[in-house]
Structure formats: structure tokens, C-alpha cells
């Protein structure tokens, strides 16, 4: 058995399915993806019920998965009533053209209403956080770190959600000195061009967002021995 963390797979169907080969993935082992299912890739819907079939998948909620969550009751409503989808609000609107958000929404509107409720129930008891033990290390998987809580003597029960999705992470930010963190969030080309493609090892801290959806790499941390996996994004390279 081993146990394994990805994160922002944005719709990158065909490298996760790839990854999942190439590290051997079986129903004995346990994979915990830091946050971002859906939105950007070409993806998001099938994706998300590949994930939803394997009970051994775990999904630790992003800012991404947030929004999905939060909108699927509205585009229930939007099957019946179309016109419903005008009047969601601003947020909503900022989700679907300037996040990504617009093939995640067409994807689950084609779905059938069965289905949709599926989704919607599955995304209804989201988790923010683990915390793991793996052998004598502790281990916590979080989407984005901790925002303006990075302090000595915090808590991850104190930190409010909007902290734990949103925020951008420094590449040290992990206060807890005893407790090696796993981010995603920020694609680590963003950190420099040297980091293009690779996971980060910070202070404590792994990120492992290596942007397969802006034509970088998909990357995956194997926690009992920490040992790195890639696959190569079909993606266009985006600057």
C-alpha cells in the first residue's frame, strides 16, 4: 500500500490516467488530490467522475472545486430554467469567463439530472485539509497553505476556508515546525523558470502544482519514501 498526493488536475484527463499507470495505482493504495478537479482542461466532468468511482480518491477541496460545489444547485435549476443562469450573480459570471469555468458548466449541463445530483451530493461534504502520520512523519495536504495564518502556534482547525483555497504561498509559508506540508494552487513555474515542471521542496513544504494544464508537467509525491513522479502535459506551453 502506498499513499499519494497530486493536485490542480483542471480537466487533465489523459496525463492523470497516465500518471495513474505509471505509479501503479491499485485499490490498495490511497491518492489524495490537493484541490482543483475541474475548470481550464479539456476534462473537468469526466475527470471528476473517474475520481468519483474510486473510493480510494480523495479530494481535498480548491478554490476551483469550491466554485463547482457552490454553483451545481444553480445549474440544476439552469437544465429547467435557462434563463435562471443570468441572474446567478457576479461570481458566478467571474467563475465561468475568467476562471476556467465555462467547459466545466457545458460539460455537467450535458449531463443527465441523475447524474447531476450525483456530482452535487458528492461535492456537498467537502474536506479542506488532511492531516496524516506515515510511519514517524506528519504530513498535512492542504490546497493552498495558510494564508495570513502562517504564524507560530496556529492550528489548522482555526484557519478559516477562504485561507486554506485561496491565498498565494510563499515557497517556506509552513508554520508548523514538526508537520511537512503538500500544496497545490500556484504552479511552480510561477515561483521562477527554474522550478518550471517540478515539485518545489520548500521549507517543510512540498509544491506540487506543476502546471500540466499550461503545457508544463503533471507531478505526484509518493509520501512513504517521498519519491517524485511526471507525466508530460498534451497541453499548449503558456507563458
Not at 456537498?124 to 507560530?152: F, M, T
Not at 492550528?155 to 514538526?178: A, K, M, R, T, Y
Not at 497545490?184 to 518550471?196: K, N, R, S, V
Amino acid at each position: 500500500m502506498a499513499t499519494y498526493v497530486i493536485s490542480d488536475l483542471h480537466g487533465c484527463l489523459e496525463e492523470f490516467e497516465a500518471m495513474l499507470h505509471k505509479i501503479k495505482f491499485s485499490e490498495y493504495d490511497e491518492l489524495y488530490i490537493a484541490g482543483d478537479i475541474c475548470d481550464r482542461g479539456r476534462y473537468p466532468i469526466p475527470l471528476l467522475r473517474l475520481i468519483m468511482s474510486h473510493s480510494n480518491m480523495h479530494i481535498i477541496f480548491g478554490n476551483h472545486d469550491e466554485w463547482l460545489a457552490k454553483y451545481a444547485g444553480d445549474m440544476i435549476t439552469g437544465k429547467s430554467k435557462p434563463s435562471h443562469l443570468y441572474y446567478v450573480g457576479l461570481d458566478f459570471m467571474t467563475w465561468i469567463h475568467y476562471n476556467g469555468g465555462l467547459i466545466t458548466m457545458d460539460q455537467f449541463m450535458d449531463l443527465e439530472l441523475p447524474v447531476c445530483y450525483d456530482i452535487q451530493e458528492y461535492l456537498s461534504n467537502p474536506i479542506y485539509y488532511k492531516e496524516l502520520k506515515i510511519g514517524k512523519k506528519h504530513w498535512l495536504i492542504v490546497h493552498a497553505g495558510v494564508g495570513s495564518y502562517c504564524r507560530a502556534g496556529v492550528h489548522i482547525s482555526e484557519v478559516p476556508v477562504n485561507e486554506l483555497i485561496w491565498p498565494h504561498i510563499g515557497l517556506h509559508d509552513n508554520p508548523f515546525p514538526d508537520t511537512t506540508m503538500v500544496v497545490g494552487h500556484m504552479p511552480t513555474f510561477l515561483y521562477g523558470e527554474q522550478y518550471a515542471g517540478k515539485i518545489i521542496h520548500g521549507r517543510n513544504l512540498y509544491h506540487i502544482d506543476c502546471g500540466c494544464v499550461f503545457g508544463r508537467r503533471l507531478g505526484c509525491l509518493r509520501l512513504e519514501d517521498e519519491q517524485e513522479f511526471y507525466v508530460d502535459s498534451t497541453y499548449p506551453y503558456v507563458e
